[in-house]
């Protein structure tokens, strides 16, 4: 732990710990829920790459089932479902969806039913993924794309309210305010001496989350995963976008064989989808000379890792 003291670390986890009961005061299953998330802070390994010092957050280790950056996204929106007395969260995703598989299992936990509407067709529903989210009682609703696309819209939402009146409503990827609102507790005081923290971008409630929160000595890059331009809002945090590979769940050998390469040598297993980008693209910008060596670098492993047998599995790998 560089530059904390036991106590100030004590009282940070201490603090959260509070926070946590306060949100969810009236239900002991939240409580036992939040207290397994957060009874240790995320580990950061220390790897080293062409000269350069990297940490890595390793938030892929949280949880079996809830790992990553989900547990912050979900955490404020199943409280306020609590506060809203609702009894079900129906959500959104793909049919390899990291968030719809941990809203599953944090649903599981907690006690609430869960609902997701499934972009795709019902023959998906025995990949790993779904199969994973139904054993956690998740009801499943497969729609076309067509349909899936309204998922914003408010005359869909509102038809939805309708079928589901118990239901609290989490759009895709747990992006929305409270989403963002956890993802502001991804750094730590743990994190607080590195200078530039790198995280991937999918729908960029992480990203906003995390660029709240940056230290004014702290700035952060996100490597977008989805082949369009992404457009920063913030002074101390960027959108890179040229490691996309062609695109949401799109792969070249060259990334492949990274990956491979990154799991051999550091013995961290990636995930397909998001963070074989993220890492490949630190490495890269290392290798083009484009990151400075005074800074000291922290990359955000958002975990993901469920989703890696179903991808092989589809892309016969
Ligand atoms: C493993 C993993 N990493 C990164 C991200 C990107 O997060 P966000 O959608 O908040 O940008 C996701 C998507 O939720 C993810 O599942």
Redesign the pocket.
Known sequence: MIGLTEEIYGKYWKNRIQDAKNIVATSEKHLRLQSELIKSPPRISEIEYNGYPIGILRLDELHPEIS???WF?LKYNLAQAQAEEKNAILTFGGAYS??IAATAASCKLAGFKSIGIIRGEKTASNNPTLSAAQQNGMQLLFVDREQYRRKTETQYLQALQQQFPEAYIVPE???NELGQKG?EEILSPETRDYTSAY?????????KGIAKSLLPHQKLTAINVLKFDAVSDFKNATINNNYHFGGYAKHTQELLDFKSWFEITYKISL?Y???SKLFFAVFDLINQQKINKNEKLLIIH???LQGNKGYAERNKL
């Open positions: 990553g950056n989900k996204k990291n968030h990827g747990g992006d993802c995280c991937a971008f999918g729908t960029g409630a992480t990203f995930d989808v998001y963070n958002c975990g993901g």
